[in-house]
């Protein structure tokens, strides 16, 4: 069974500075996902990591994935009050299983001036 | 393109109840999934589908039936509703692995009372 499990689930932050969200995943996996939720909203997807090494970036947001260590990281820069939301990582499963994807319970951000 | 549409948006049933909650996308998508987020568990898979005509069940399958019988439309069903199903339900949909726009798309969600 795969568990993908994301720290910390609750974290507080001022404007300004830079924080990491860490998602562990216990099976193999090449093919990583993170998502943000803002509330009563749907998923909106963020990135898509396939390989190992593979480093994205978009704005103050930045994912990287270390296959071997079956480790992620979305790493914020200098945090501003948009980037308050859920984060979600998610790891695919198998064909076997359609490539459904496997979420963490979520990160919930709230950015403070 | 509307994307991933759900219908409806919310309901309030009785237990014992039955409903069936539409999923439709217009992108010409062979994957499509149904998973439910309840509060402090992130979204668990309940059922899926590879293609029309084909289903599957996911981690949390009791309780629900699906159909894919045109390959824009997935379906998800209870027949006999009860209190634990209460929850928000999101549909999503992808092409298969390896494709560009490798994610799964969501639709905006049904949030399902069960009283």
């Known amino acids: 069974e795969l568990k993908v499990e994301q720290n910390p689930l609750f974290l507080s932050m001022q404007e300004g500075k830079n924080y990491t969200i860490y998602c562990n995943y216990s099976t193999t996996s090449d093919r990583l996902y993170w998502y943000r939720q803002d509330p009563g909203k749907s998923l909106e997807s963020l990135f898509v990591?396939?390989?190992?090494?593979a480093v994205k970036q978009e704005g103050r947001l930045m994912a990287s994935l270390d296959t071997k260590a079956r480790l992620s990281t979305l790493h914020i820069t200098a945090a501003v009050h948009d980037l308050s939301a859920t984060y979600f990582c998610?790891?695919?499963?198998?064909?076997?299983?359609?490539?459904?994807?496997?979420f963490g319970k979520g990160t919930s951000l709230l950015v403070t001036p | 393109n509307a994307g991933v549409t759900q219908t409806p948006k919310f309901r309030v049933l009785k237990t014992g109840q039955s409903m069936t909650l539409l999923c439709a996308q217009d992108?010409?998508?062979?994957?499509m999934y149904w998973y439910r987020q309840d509060p402090g568990m992130g979204l668990r898979l309940i059922h899926y589908s590879v293609g029309e005509g084909t289903t599957a069940k996911g981690e949390v399958p009791d309780g629900y039936n699906v159909s894919r019988l045109k390959k824009q439309n997935f379906l998800l069903g209870l027949e006999s509703a009860a209190p634990s199903q209460t929850s928000v339900y999101f549909c999503?949909?992808?092409?298969?692995?390896?494709?560009?726009?490798?994610?799964?798309?969501f639709g905006p969600g049904t949030r399902l009372t069960v009283l």
């Open positions: 999503a949909s992808s092409y298969p692995p390896g494709l560009p726009l490798d994610t799964q798309y």
């Open positions: 998610a790891v695919a499963l198998n064909s076997n299983s359609g490539y459904a994807l496997n």
């Open positions: 990591l396939l390989s190992n090494g």
């Open positions: 992108m010409n998508h062979e994957y």
